[in-house]
């Protein structure tokens, strides 16, 4: 598999943003509820237009970001994925959205074993760790029932307080 190949889960099709998607970006990173626990303050169409083209071509660099779409209406549903990849350390964070029409109906609990399969299987790391909001306790509780455990922060940050929370790989 190439990291830039879409592909689906039930519910979902993964795949890397495009231009054409500026809309749902925009939409997804500029409303307050949405960028609520994010470290970065609601972007602009500009910025929107920059998130798009930094995940542009994953294969080879330490970022990478899928749009989740609804397999069967097309809609955007968020996005996920991987930066902060540190190959000496064998560790990864990875970060993601719902939009919060959404919320609370399993789509991250559908998302992550696919993200966390890449992660161990593809990039071959032996930590996966998120950093979240304190406050973010579905955050917490989604990952809390992979596996991921509290710990010391992964990496420093100079964001609002951070809750770290890992997965190391079991084999």
Known sequence: MHLSEPFQTKRLQFRLLILDDIDAVFRQFSDPDMCRYLSEPPCDLEEAKEIIAHYKNPEGTDHLRYGMFDI?????????????????????????????????????????????????????????????????????ASVARFGFEACEPCRKVDEEPQICMKLIRTT
């Not at 990849?85 to 939009?99: A, F, M, P, S, T």
């Not at 109906?105 to 890449?118: D, F, K, R, T, V």
């Not at 979240?132 to 955050?139: I, L, M, R, V, W």
């Open 72 to 140: 069967e209406t097309g809609a955007f549903i968020g996005t996920c994925g991987y930066h902060y990849w540190d190959h000496n350390l064998k560790q990864v964070e990875v970060g993601y959205d719902i939009w919060k029409d959404y919320w609370r109906q399993g789509y991250m609990s559908e998302a992550l074993p696919a993200l966390l399969n890449i992660c161990f299987e593809h990039l071959g790391v032996d930590c996966i760790y998120i950093l979240t909001h304190p406050q973010n306790q579905a955050s917490i």
